[in-house]
């Protein structure tokens, strides 16, 4: 006869990146008896995904970059971890998730499976040479890829590409950016803040084809070219690309919960099912997907509260990204553009100041380059919190 309780089901993670981690790490440390399991498409090491654009920057290739492997993790968090195994199907009705044909009993199911990069036509994306890094495996596959090849070709412009492009220059590689964009980050860094980037990273040596798109890839590994849609066609040793990422949102919606760009949540992290909750990049709590680490933990440290009986709706704070381009270094808080905000921008080479205020003065957003970046901290205390109408009421 087992005490009551005691023959529940586990609560089910699915997902072994920051998210599914930083959560089972913040569940034992208020319940170390809280049975858990997590379930994870790949080998279950923990990792930060964040340094996978700084291995050449820091000298180390991508199994140095591994923290442990699932083993002493399952054993830290006193926990079975199933790896290498693909969850298919969601069945919240029935408190079950499918693996293929196997059934699994959870009492709570988060999920915390992330995001997909976004492919490009099969022109593009199709060729074998072009690879997309978005996690430790792919990362691996990829310097193995690259071996001795010189030449990469970075698709994309955003804060991925241009740390790949940073990071790769750092290791000594050719690196041409081509992006449709006429500025890097676009959406993320006012233009003053892009060309001070840009500049830098033009100043080590990138090449930039921005405005244009790559239309095809040709040719393979030690021998590519990229053809663009202005004609021109360049040639390379490996592509990669970084066009993007887009939360992982397909089981879900076969599951009938609700879904918009990503998961949809309310701040407690719970989705439209009953004991299903959402976090990290595949979320979207009430309307922000915020594909960060900071974010994450925060919804982590609710989340363990919520699910250990003390529901906690998460907290934002100004949360400042940092890009991790070290020829230009930057912080931003992109603001919720408003009709009558303006940018009030103060440049000194590529140290740059960007405030944008509204009408009546406050800040509501900021972008610092170079030296500026120091005033991170007292410009984040100012913006506004991105959750900001649950600290009014
Ligand atoms: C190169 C790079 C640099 C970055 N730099 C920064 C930075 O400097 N600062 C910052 O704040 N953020 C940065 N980010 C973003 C940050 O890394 C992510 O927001 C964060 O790692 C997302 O964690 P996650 O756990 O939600 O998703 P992931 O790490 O993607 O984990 C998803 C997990 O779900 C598993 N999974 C998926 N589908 C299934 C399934 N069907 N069944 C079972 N398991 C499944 C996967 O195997 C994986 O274990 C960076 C991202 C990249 C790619």
Redesign the pocket.
């Known amino acids: 006869m087992t005490e009551m309780g005691t023959d529940q089901p586990p609560v089910v993670i699915?997902?072994?990146?920051?998210?599914?981690?930083?959560l089972a790490r913040e569940l034992r440390k208020r319940d170390a008896s809280l049975p858990l399991m997590m379930?994870?498409?790949?080998d279950?090491a923990s990792y930060?995904?964040?340094?996978?654009?700084?291995g050449f920057t820091k000298g180390k290739a991508a199994d140095e970059l591994a923290q442990a492997d699932c083993g002493a993790m399952a054993e830290q968090l006193t926990m079975e971890i199933r790896t290498h195994?693909?969850?298919?199907g969601i069945d919240p009705d029935a408190h079950e998730i499918r693996?293929g044909g196997e059934r699994l009993r959870y009492r709570q199911l988060v999920l915390?499976?992330?995001?997909d990069v976004i492919r490009l036509p099969d022109p593009v994306s199709g060729n074998p040479a072009v690879c997309s890094?978005?996690?430790l495996e792919d990362y691996r596959q990829f310097r193995r890829h690259l071996g001795g090849h010189r030449r990469v070709i970075v698709l994309g412009a955003g804060?991925?590409g241009c740390?790949?492009a940073n990071d790769l220059r750092n290791g000594g590689y050719d690196v041409t950016v081509v992006a449709p964009s006429g500025q890097v980050m676009p959406g993320l860094l006012p233009e003053a803040a892009a060309s001070a980037v840009q500049a830098a990273l033009e100043a080590e040596g990138v090449t930039f084809h921005l405005g244009v798109a790559a239309d095809e890839v040709v040719g393979e590994t030690g021998s590519v070219q990229v053809r663009l849609n202005d004609g021109a066609m360049l040639q390379g040793d490996i592509v990669v690309s970084?066009v993007g990422?887009r939360p992982?949102t397909r089981?879900a919606l076969d599951a009938g919960l609700k879904v918009n760009q990503g998961i949809v949540t309310d701040r407690l992290m719970a989705t439209s099912a009953p004991d299903v909750y959402a976090?990290?990049?595949?979320?979207e709590v009430e309307g922000h997907v915020?594909?960060?680490?900071?974010?994450?933990m925060a919804s982590a440290r609710a989340l363990a509260a919520t699910l250990t009986g003390a529901p906690a709706p998460v907290q934002w704070g100004g949360m400042p990204?940092?890009?991790?381009t070290p020829c230009c270094p930057v912080a931003v808080v992109p603001p919720e553009v408003t009709e009558d905000g303006t940018w009030e921008v103060e440049r000194e080479g590529n140290n740059v100041r960007a405030l944008y205020r509204d009408s009546s003065g406050a800040l509501l957003g900021f972008a610092l380059t170079g030296d500026r970046v120091i005033e991170k901290q007292t410009l984040s205390r100012e913006v506004p919190p991105v959750l900001a109408t649950l600290d009014a009421r």
């Not at 915020?290 to 994450?296: A, Q």
């Not at 990204?321 to 991790?324: F, I, Q, S, T």
Request: with cysteine; hydrophobic share 50%.
């Open positions: 699915i997902g072994s990146g920051l998210a599914g981690y930083s379930i994870t498409a790949d279950g930060s995904k964040p340094l996978l654009s700084t195994t693909r969850v298919t693996i915390a499976w992330g995001a890094i978005n996690d804060l991925i740390e790949y970084a990422l992982r089981l976090l990290g990049d595949c979320a915020l594909m960060y680490v900071m974010p994450l990204v940092m890009v991790k």
